[in-house]
Nanobody, 121 residues
Framework: QVQLVESGGGLVQAGGSLRLSCAASGRSFSKHVMAWFRQTPGKEREFIAAITWSGAIDLAGSMPGRVIISRDNVVKTCYLQMNGLKPEDTAVYYC???????????????WGQGTQVAVSS
């Protein structure tokens, strides 16, 4: 079992930056692929980025050149640095952990509760 808790969301002006954190507890954090998704009302969760235990990264095209995903296996935390935020980035951002390096929501067994990001124009 892996428990995930996101933090770092909030209200920011367009062009600003936020760093989201995902603190994990439980066993085998370092063996899991960590990913970030986001969701707006009425839409499916959208994949943003994933990172393996060794640091391999997969970035979707939803936020090109504006996000950096990283992880610290010692402190069991995954991060999502977001720069140049736009109003359309407003969403609930979720952290997820899974066993495979994929982009599908169904491939991730563990989820955090989400953190709200709001970008004002």
């Amino acid at each position: 079992q892996v428990q995930l808790v996101e933090s770092g969301g909030g209200l920011v002006q367009a062009g600003g930056s936020l760093r989201l954190s995902c603190a994990a507890s439980g066993r085998s954090f370092s063996k899991h692929v960590m990913a970030w998704f986001r969701q707006t009302p009425g839409k499916e969760r959208e994949f943003i980025a994933a990172i393996t235990w060794s640091g391999a990264i997969d970035l979707a095209g939803s936020m090109p050149g504006r996000v950096i995903i990283s992880r610290d296996n010692v402190v069991k935390t995954c991060y999502l640095q977001m720069n140049g935020l736009k109003p359309e980035d407003t969403a609930v951002y979720y952290c997820a952990a899974g066993a495979t390096f994929e982009r599908l929501e169904a491939d991730y067994a563990y989820w955090g509760q989400g953190t709200q990001v709001a970008v004002s124009s």
